[in-house]
């Protein structure tokens, strides 16, 4: 492990359409140079050119070899596995930095914090947003405030920072679950300590699964998967459907 490097580790499927862009950014060598950070991507096993991409672009490529589908929280260990940073920064590919420079200042600066992990506010591509997209992220963002406030550890998968040494402690990302497992994982986490809700920090997405889905059926989906983080209920969602 080094003691100053940031590890960013991005779990991909046929993602050759969006990965770019999110790579564009973080491949800037004076950020780079700058804030020291590897870039890795956990690859399930594209069909497309992300492979191909990836190898251009990342420090670090790890490709699942079984055959059967990947579960992401497989994916986003695996690609821990080959990282070497004190700082684990997770973001999906189909995600993307307000303000880059801003987002690295303040991830380097975590080493000090008091806090174990970190989480952001979260909204659609600005060019693609609709007025159902203010409502919602509105909504969920301040829902993920309350909730680490009263204590119950929460955060978007889409881009989640850990200190290396608390995700090994808590055991990492658990693969038994198909989805929810960003929510498992920030739940074990709060309960060690506190997870710092960041603001400031914007994270843009994509709504291709808002508009495949629509809000109801997104919310309904993340709620029985949240039980099943409790054990309330012993089932989940079978499978996180792809949507490119």
């Avoid at 080959?82 to 080493?111: K, Q, T």
């Avoid at 920030?186 to 629509?214: A, D």
């Amino acid at each position: 492990m080094h003691t100053n490097l940031i590890s960013i580790i991005i779990p991909t499927l046929n993602e050759e359409k969006l990965l770019p862009k999110l790579l564009d950014q973080l491949n800037d060598q004076k950020l780079k140079s700058k804030f020291n950070y590897e870039i890795i991507v956990s690859d399930g096993g594209s069909k497309d050119n992300t492979i191909e991409i990836a190898k251009r672009y990342t420090d670090k490529i790890v490709i699942h070899q079984e055959n059967r589908r990947q579960k992401i929280s497989e994916g986003k260990n695996l690609g821990y596995r080959i990282s070497s940073g004190d700082l684990l920064v997770f973001i999906c590919a189909d995600c993307r930095l307000d303000n880059p420079e801003l987002f690295f200042d303040y991830v380097s600066s975590f080493r000090q914090s008091k806090y174990l992990a970190a989480t952001f506010w979260f909204d659609v591509f600005p060019e693609e947003k609709i007025w159902s997209d203010y409502l919602f992220h509105f909504f969920f963002n301040w829902l993920i405030k309350i909730l680490n406030f009263v204590g119950n550890g929460m955060g978007r998968g889409e881009c989640q920072v850990i200190k290396r040494n608390v995700f090994q402690e808590v055991g990492g990302f658990n693969e038994n679950l198909t989805a929810g497992e960003d929510y498992d994982l920030y739940t074990r986490i709060r309960r060690k300590g506190k997870i710092h809700v960041n603001f400031k920090i914007k994270i843009y997405e994509s709504p291709r699964r808002y508009r495949k889905f629509g809000y109801l059926r997104i919310l309904l989906m993340w709620f029985r998967n949240s039980l099943r983080v409790f054990n309330i209920v012993k089932t989940q969602v079978d499978e996180w459907k792809e949507v490119r």
